[in-house]
C-alpha cells in the first residue's frame, strides 16, 4: 500500500476530477489524470480509481486497488509536483502484477512523469 504522504484524499480527487486544466492519458488497461501541484516541491501523489461498474463487489475493488498500488510503490523515479489519478478499466482485473507494472510504466512514460 502507498504510504499517506503518497495518496490523495477525496477533496483532492474531486478537485483533479472536475478541473480543467488537468491532462488525459489513456491506454487500454488505464486512463491516467494528471494535474500540476500548485505545491511544486511537494512529492507526487497518486490515487487509484475503480468504479462499481468495473467491479461490483466492494471487496474485490479493494483488492485490486491494493495490487496496483504494490505496483505503485516500486515507482520511485516519479517526477515531482503532480497529483495523479488513475482510472482502471475491467481489463486490469485479469492481469499479473508483472503485465500491471508494464502498463502503468507506459502510461507514465507517456504522460513524461518518468
Known amino acids: 500500500m502507498l504510504p499517506s ?28 489524470r494528471v494535474k500540476k501541484n500548485p505545491k511544486e516541491q511537494e512529492q507526487s501523489r497518486i490515487s487509484v480509481v475503480i468504479s462499481k461498474k468495473v467491479e461490483k463487489k466492494a471487496v474485490d475493488r479493494n483488492k485490486t486497488r491494493r495490487r496496483i498500488s504494490g505496483v ?9 509536483g ?18 500491471l507494472r508494464f502498463e502503468i510504466e507506459g502510461l507514465l512514460r507517456k504522460a513524461g512523469l518518468i
Open 5 to 32: 504522504s503518497k495518496r490523495l484524499n477525496t477533496k483532492n480527487v474531486n478537485d483533479v476530477i472536475k478541473d480543467s486544466q488537468a491532462k488525459n492519458f489513456s491506454s487500454a488497461i488505464f486512463s491516467l
Open 82 to 99: 503532480f497529483i495523479n489519478l488513475i482510472f482502471v478499466r475491467k481489463k486490469a482485473l485479469d492481469l499479473t502484477p508483472k503485465d
Open 72 to 80: 505503485l510503490e516500486n515507482f520511485t523515479a516519479i517526477k515531482k
